[in-house]
């Protein structure tokens, strides 16, 4: 099996796909066993400094050294389970010492998988008004719906003041629920969860769109790349 490694950024939406990995693997292999998984994350902070300035070189360069400390440490391709850094992902890939699964590529697969035709997308700011699922769900040929910009703001500013601590509050749960609601209104089939903690908040029977995992997508794509070899 190949070594899969792990660019992580936030704590939460890390620690769900490495978990992700290692008990959906068991399930696939047989009691106790997974791929071999490395980790490696810079200080938050670096990262959350550089998305607030929109300065995606300073976002690819924390990527670029994450991936050559995984690729020392044997792995075979790469994966970040947090979506927004994949704004800087073609700053990256060519320059990587290894492969990796992009994120969105992999949503925008398992919404094909599926006949999903539009897609509510939740996440932070950047990830709503930028490119990552703008232009790979189109080049999938499904369109896609996001919150207004007063509410782009609020899904922010929950992301980072509680999600990514661990805090999932039932007031904010209850928010989410009403903006999914809002995104089926707009005739969207399914909603992206974009935000790779966003489903420790919600379960897919609060939510009232069939839900698109991000954080548990990329760990099954992973997974299945890296059994198949």
Same mark, same amino acid.
């Given at each position: 099996?190949?070594?899969?490694?792990?660019?992580?950024?936030?704590?939460?939406?890390?620690?769900?796909?490495?978990?992700?990995?290692?008990?959906?693997?068991?399930?696939?292999?047989?009691?106790?066993?997974?791929?071999?998984?490395?980790?490696?994350?810079?200080?938050?902070?670096?990262?959350?400094?550089?998305?607030?300035?929109?300065?995606?070189?300073?976002?690819?360069?924390?990527?670029?050294?994450?991936?050559?400390?995984?690729?020392?440490?044997?792995?075979?391709?790469?994966?970040?389970?947090?979506?927004?850094?994949?704004?800087?992902?073609?700053?990256?890939?060519?320059?990587?010492?290894?492969?990796?699964?992009?994120?969105?590529?992999?949503?925008?697969? $398992?919404?094909?998988?599926?006949?999903?035709?539009?897609?509510?997308?939740?996440?932070?700011?950047?990830?709503?008004?930028?490119?990552?699922?703008?232009?790979?769900?189109?080049?999938?040929?499904?369109?896609?719906?996001?919150?207004?910009?007063?509410?782009?703001?609020?899904?922010?500013?929950?992301?980072?003041?509680?999600?990514?601590?661990?805090?999932?509050?039932?007031?904010?749960?209850?928010?989410?629920?009403?903006?999914?609601?809002?995104?089926?209104?707009?005739?969207?089939?399914?909603?992206?969860?974009?935000?790779? $903690?966003?489903?420790?908040?919600?379960?897919?029977?609060?939510?009232?769109?069939?839900?698109?995992?991000?954080?548990?997508?990329?760990?099954?794509?992973?997974?299945?790349?890296?059994?198949?070899?």
């Amino acid at each position: 099996m190949l070594h899969i490694g792990i660019v992580a950024c936030s704590a939460e939406g890390a620690a769900l796909c490495y978990r992700t990995i290692c008990v959906e693997g068991a399930e696939l292999l047989g009691a106790y066993n997974h791929p071999e998984v490395s980790m490696h994350g810079h200080n938050f902070a670096d990262y959350v400094k550089c998305i607030d300035k929109q300065d995606w070189v300073g976002v690819a360069e924390l990527m670029l050294s994450s991936s050559e400390k995984l690729a020392k440490a044997g792995a075979d391709f790469l994966i970040a389970p947090v979506n927004t850094v994949h704004q800087a992902f073609d700053l990256v890939a060519h320059r990587s010492p290894r492969p990796w699964l992009h994120i969105a590529v992999e949503v925008a697969n $398992e919404a094909k998988r599926h006949g999903y035709k539009r897609l509510g997308v939740l996440g932070t700011r950047s990830l709503m008004e930028g490119p990552v699922y703008r232009d790979t769900l189109k080049a999938a040929g499904i369109e896609h719906r996001v919150p207004a910009a007063e509410q782009r703001e609020r899904i922010h500013r929950y992301i980072f003041d509680e999600l990514v601590h661990g805090n999932f509050q039932p007031r904010t749960q209850a928010y989410f629920t009403e903006l999914i609601r809002g995104l089926k209104d707009e005739g969207c089939d399914a909603v992206v969860l974009g935000c790779t $903690e966003i489903p420790l908040l919600l379960t897919q029977e609060q939510s009232p769109l069939p839900m698109l995992d991000s954080t548990r997508i990329l760990a099954r794509a992973a997974l299945k790349k890296a059994i198949e070899g």
